[in-house]
């Protein structure tokens, strides 16, 4: 009963991870494909409840992969490649691998690619 009326003053927030597709970026370095946000994972600890600078990080890369694949719908591989939250990805992989020689691609959360790098 009070686990019940504590669900009611407490809800769970775990729909919006399933609200639509999730986009997943990974990267070739040689020959596997790897998840671009496992290897970047920031620790988790209680500081993180007030200063959370990795993890707003995070969310900001993230939400550029969600703004860059709604820009991207319908235009050619030159339009693409002009966009600037095409140049933050490439940046954004550059900084935080420090790695020059990649490719990526970006898939939905179900493994199917909806965008190959040429890089």
């Given at each position: 009963m009070l686990s019940s009326m504590l669900r009611v003053l407490l809800p769970s927030w775990n729909f919006f991870d399933r609200a639509g597709d999730q986009f997943e970026l990974q990267i070739q370095k040689s020959?596997?494909?790897?998840?671009?946000?496992?290897?970047?994972?920031?620790?988790?600890?209680?500081?993180?409840?007030?200063?959370?600078?990795?993890?707003?990080?995070?969310?900001?890369?993230?939400?550029?992969?969600?703004?860059?694949?709604?820009?991207?719908?319908?235009?050619?591989?030159?339009?693409?490649?002009?966009?600037?939250?095409?140049?933050f990805i490439l940046r954004m992989i550059s900084f935080e691998r420090a790695i020059s020689d990649y490719k990526f691609r970006i898939i939905l959360s179900n493994g199917e690619e909806v965008f190959r790098s040429d890089v």
């Open positions: 020959d596997s494909w790897q998840n671009f946000f496992e290897s970047a994972q920031p620790p988790r600890n209680f500081s993180n409840l007030f200063l959370n600078g990795p993890y707003n990080l995070r969310l900001a890369y993230k939400s550029n992969i969600d703004r860059f694949m709604s820009e991207a719908q319908g235009l050619t591989r030159t339009e693409i490649e002009a966009l600037e939250s095409y140049q």
